[in-house]
């Protein structure tokens, strides 16, 4: 793990950081100036942990480049993401209200840039702006939909719903393009629906036999047909 604290160019980052993430990126420049001399950055290299579950949640993580997994361990090993953090998403943020411990694990998908809030400078940033509570309240309610999205779906989709809901969904609605690229590999993609790598490659030569997809690479998929997607 690299410290990038002391680097010539971290106000640089810790400003792009702050402008990327929603519940920042509203503020006046005197107020952002004020959050990036509380940022810490730090960097990742791919499949490492950034915490694990049982260590003390003292700090709100926000991803500044790369991709971050969020997932916890069923008694028996078995990983079960629940969610993937891009660019200007970010984790911790229970911290904010109480010193407790992480229940989950994060780890870095790819190399990756974390800019750190200590619990303590977020606690005073809140009581001094307190538009900044409004967009984290904002955040959980989205979360808790997701979440709660996540759990209907498995317990009431087919696995081939689920698959065909998740590439619709991770379409760029601002392009024209119908190319999605998968965040994750296909492993992980299983862990997410709740299913298995095997059956993840068995559905999309499915889905390709139909004439629904097409699979450019490994993790570059074109949807020819959205709506037939939908109605498998």
């Known amino acids: 793990m690299k410290d990038h604290v ?22 006046e420049k005197p107020q952002m100036d004020e959050v ?9 290299k791919k499949g490492e942990d950034i915490y694990q579950s049982g260590h003390t949640s003292d700090a709100l993580y926000i991803v500044r480049k790369g991709r971050v997994k969020i997932y916890r361990l069923s008694e028996s090993g078995k990983e079960q993401i629940l969610r993937i953090l ?11 209200f109480n010193e407790s411990v992480h229940d989950a694990y994060a780890s870095a998908l ?29 955040e959980f309610s989205n979360r808790l939909a997701q979440s709660e999205t996540q759990t209907t779906r498995f317990a009431t989709e087919r ?43 068995r559905k999309l030569f499915e889905f390709e036999d139909a004439g629904l997809i097409k ?9 020819m047909d959205v709506d037939g997607l939908l109605l498998i």
């Open 215 to 223: 699979q450019i690479t490994n993790k570059k998929i074109e949807i």
């Open 159 to 201: 696995v081939e719903m689920r698959i065909a809901l998740f590439l619709v969904e991770s379409l760029d609605t601002k392009s024209e393009s119908h190319v999605v690229d998968l965040p994750m590999s296909k492993k992980d993609l299983a862990s997410f629906l709740g299913t298995t790598p095997e059956t993840i490659s």
């Open 86 to 96: 891009n660019p200007g998403d970010f984790t911790g943020e229970l911290a904010l």
């Open 110 to 138: 790819s190399d990756t840039d974390i800019c750190m809030i200590k619990r303590n400078d977020l606690q005073n940033l809140l009581l001094k702006y307190p538009n900044i509570s409004m967009r984290i309240l904002s």
């Open 36 to 44: 990036m001399t509380l940022i810490h950055s730090k960097s990742y």
């Open 6 to 27: 002391h680097c010539h160019h971290c106000g640089l980052e810790n400003d792009y950081c702050i402008s990327l993430v929603p519940i920042f990126n509203h503020l």
